[in-house]
T-cell receptor, first 113, second 117 residues
Framework: DVKVTQSSRYLVKRTGEKVFLECVQDMDHENMFWYRQDPGLGLRLIYFSYDVKMKEKGDIPEGYSVSREKKERFSLILESASTNQTSMYLC????????????FGEGSRLTVL | AQSVTQLDSQVPVFEEAPVELRCNYSSSVSVYLFWYVQYPNQGLQLLLKYLSGSTLVKGINGFEAEFNKSQTSFHLRKPSVHISDTAEYFCAVSERAGGTSYGKLTFGQGTILTVHP
């Protein structure tokens, strides 16, 4: 079975802290994505990666960065967390085909105090 | 750039009634279209997708959707819903080659379907 694993289901951080959200997939997929999900706003794309060491900005990249050193792992970094980054973060992966299905992790709920 | 609008944020319906969840998209090029479902406290999973061919697409759990290019719509339907269909449903679009958003999957705002007994 396809599996996308997000390292933390719940995190609580303080304003100004550096936050790492980790995502690992076991399907040898080329593409990986980070979205944030907020009520009434749906899913908004933060960053995506076509392949190792490649990244593209999504629709809301400000305040975030990403790292993809290995094919199976895609990390989202909040350099200095702020309260408006309190949200549910979803990682997903996909084979290289643009028409392919996205497989999602269960999400990481981040609260910034 | 591509965008998706889901016209209803919440849809309440009684069990065994039909339902339609509406989705409109915008793009300067041809697109692929998707519906995903998120059950409470779970991740998203694919319901169905339109890539090409027949404009009527059938998915899991008895859902189907119709691609209408002239109206730029991809509405989701089910003839008879069950309590277990209670979930949030997301429409999504991805541009085919040539678009400025190529590679991205853009989601709508979501529609919460609540099925009452």
């Amino acid at each position: 079975d396809v599996k996308v694993t997000q390292s933390s289901r719940y995190l609580v951080k303080r304003t100004g802290e550096k936050v790492f959200l980790e995502c690992v997939q076991d399907m040898d997929h080329e593409n990986m994505f980070w979205y944030r999900q907020d009520p009434g706003l749906g899913l908004r794309l933060i960053y995506f990666s076509y392949d190792v060491k490649m990244k593209e900005k999504g629709d809301i990249p400000e305040g975030y960065s990403v790292s993809r050193e290995k094919k199976e792992r895609f990390s989202l970094i909040l350099e200095s967390a702020s309260t408006n980054q309190t949200s549910m973060y979803l990682c997903a992966s996909r084979e290289s085909s643009v028409g392919g299905e996205l497989f999602f992790g269960e999400g990481s709920r981040l609260t910034v105090l | 750039a591509q965008s998706v609008t889901q016209l209803d944020s919440q849809v309440p319906v009684f069990e065994e009634a039909p339902v339609e969840l509406r989705c409109n998209y915008s793009s300067s090029v041809s697109v692929y279209l998707f519906w995903y479902v998120q059950y409470p406290n779970q991740g998203l999973q694919l319901l169905l997708k339109y890539l090409s061919g027949s404009t009527l697409v059938k998915g899991i759990n008895g859902f189907e959707a119709e691609f209408n290019k002239s109206q730029t719509s991809f509405h989701l339907r089910k003839p008879s819903v069950h309590i277990s269909d209670t979930a949030e449903y997301f429409c999504a679009v991805s541009e085919r080659a040539g678009g400025t958003s190529y590679g991205k999957l853009t989601f709508g705002q979501g529609t919460i379907l609540t099925v009452h007994p």
